[in-house]
C-alpha cells in the first residue's frame, strides 16, 4: 500500500512540475519583447533622395547628398545610423566591398551611446528643393592598408525617425518617441559609388 501511495505522490509531482514548467515557457518574455518595436516600409520617404560621391582621394572622401525633391512637403530626418551620421563609418551604415577580391570589408562597428532627446544637430531638415551635403572622410584602422585601392560602396538602411515638418515644430515628446514617428522604419538606399583610394 505505501509503494502505492508513494507511486502517486511521484506522479503528481512530476505532472505538478511539468505544468509549471511548461506555464513558465510560455509565459516568459521573448527576447524580442526587450527590444523597441520598429516598423519597416519597403517605400522610403517620398521625394526624398541620398546619393553617393567620391569628392577626393587624399584624403579618401565620400559625398553623401540628399536632396528633397517633393513640391510641397518639408521633411525633417533623424541623422542617426543614416549616412548623414557623423558616426555613420563607425555604426557599419556602409556595404563597402574590395572591387578586386569582391569580398566585403569587415568594419568594426562600434556601440554609440546617443543623447536623449536627439539634439538639434542631430536633426536635418529639407525644405521643398533643398539639399544638403555631408563629407565622410574613409580613414578607419579596419581599412586596408594596401594602396591604391577600389572599393564599391552603398549605403541602405532605414530612418530610425522621420517627420513631415521642420524640426523647430517637433516637441520634446515627439522627439523622445521618434520611433514612432510617421516616417520611422522607411527604407533609404544610395546608389553605388567606386571609391578610390
Do not use: C
Not at 527590444?35 to 577626393?56: A, D, M, Y
Not at 594596401?146 to 521642420?166: C, D, L, M, N, T
Amino acid at each position: 500500500m505505501t509503494a502505492l501511495w508513494n507511486l502517486r505522490i511521484a506522479l503528481l509531482t512530476g505532472l505538478a512540475v511539468t505544468l509549471l514548467g511548461a506555464f513558465y515557457v510560455y509565459q516568459s518574455p521573448s527576447p524580442l519583447d526587450f527590444t523597441i518595436p520598429h516598423r519597416t516600409s519597403g517605400n522610403g520617404l517620398p521625394g526624398l533622395e541620398l546619393s553617393l560621391s567620391q569628392k577626393s582621394r587624399d584624403p579618401p572622401t565620400l559625398l553623401v547628398t540628399v536632396e528633397n525633391n517633393h513640391s510641397d512637403t518639408t521633411y525633417t530626418v533623424l541623422k542617426w545610423n543614416t549616412p548623414l551620421d557623423p558616426y555613420a563609418l563607425d555604426a557599419g551604415v556602409f556595404n563597402i566591398v574590395d572591387e578586386t577580391s569582391h569580398r566585403e570589408i569587415e568594419q568594426a562597428i562600434i556601440h554609440i551611446t546617443r543623447k536623449m532627446p536627439p539634439p538639434p544637430n542631430q536633426l536635418l531638415t529639407l525644405a521643398p528643393g533643398m539639399r544638403e551635403e555631408v563629407e565622410i572622410v574613409f580613414h578607419r584602422p579596419w581599412m586596408p592598408e594596401r594602396r591604391p585601392s577600389k572599393y564599391r560602396v552603398s549605403a541602405e538602411g532605414v530612418f530610425k525617425g522621420a517627420w513631415a515638418k521642420h524640426r523647430d515644430e517637433l516637441t520634446k515628446d515627439e522627439l523622445y518617441a521618434f520611433a514612432e514617428s510617421p516616417f520611422s522604419g522607411r527604407r533609404f538606399a544610395t546608389n553605388e559609388v567606386i571609391v578610390e583610394i
